[in-house]
């Protein structure tokens, strides 16, 4: 069972906007941990997509951002493309458990 | 450039020893600026961490190993590895290493870089 909850999956028409949820507790994203997002297409390793909440590495168009509050997180993608189809899975930290955890992920679907 | 090799097995017996090895280049294990991690992904599944590996060699496990992990540190061939003893068909996954930037970076604590991974299968 994953320390983060992330719905399996969601949907969106290409140029629509859709928002990823990541739910953690207290002892985590409600300890103002770090939220990460990692993209993962099929038999690729994961790349990392936002950090510290809501930035993005060099390379990550502005179309994708992240925001958190409380003890959630939103990975928030517009104009969505055929390319964005893939694996999105959340990351922070755990004071009790000493290392990353994780969502179970959401794969997206571009209708 | 920083790049990140994982190597190991394939195919391991249940009860027998799973070792996985990350072959680091473009930056030296010892670099106080960062540590390491294995995650591992389950066929089908999502990411899980199961050990992180301080600069200076220094062993961090998740529960989920349930003391079976050793993490053994080569700094002159500039590789670590992870050891689990007592295989189990649980341990059928994917495993990738990956680097954990330190606090002093920009991208303090993300899991910036990581490897291909390689496949392990527990079976009989």
């Known amino acids: 069972q994953s320390e983060l909850t992330q719905p399996p999956s969601m949907s969106g028409a290409p140029g629509q906007s859709v928002s990823l949820s990541c739910t953690g507790t207290n002892s985590n994203i409600g300890a103002n941990s770090f939220i990460f997002w990692y993209r993962q297409d099929p038999g690729i390793a994961p790349k990392l997509l936002i950090y510290?909440?809501?930035k993005r590495p060099s390379g990550v168009p502005d179309r994708f951002s992240g925001f958190k509050s409380d003890t959630s997180a939103f990975l928030a993608i517009t104009g969505l493309q055929a390319a964005d189809e893939a694996t999105y899975y959340c990351q922070s930290y755990d004071a009790g458990l000493g290392g990353p955890v994780f969502g179970g992920g959401t794969k997206l679907t571009v209708l | 450039q920083l790049q990140l090799q994982e190597s190991g097995p394939g195919l391991v017996r249940p009860a027998d020893i799973l070792s996985v090895t990350c072959a680091v280049s473009?930056?030296?294990?010892?670099?106080?600026?960062?540590?390491w991690v294995w995650i591992r992904q389950a066929p089908g599944k999502g990411l899980e961490w199961i050990a992180t590996v301080s600069y200076y060699g220094v062993g961090t496990y998740s529960p989920t190993l349930e003391g079976r992990g050793i993490i053994s540190f080569d700094r002159p061939r500039n590789r670590f590895s992870l050891t689990l003893t007592v295989a189990t068909v649980a341990d059928t996954a994917f495993y990738y290493c990956?680097?954990?930037?330190?606090?002093?970076?920009?991208?303090?604590?993300?899991?910036?870089?990581w490897g291909r991974g390689t496949p392990v299968s527990v079976s009989s």
């Open positions: 510290h909440n809501i």
């Open positions: 990956a680097r954990r930037v330190g606090r002093s970076g920009d991208l303090s604590d993300s899991l910036d870089v």
């Open positions: 473009g930056a030296s294990i010892s670099d106080r600026s960062q540590s």
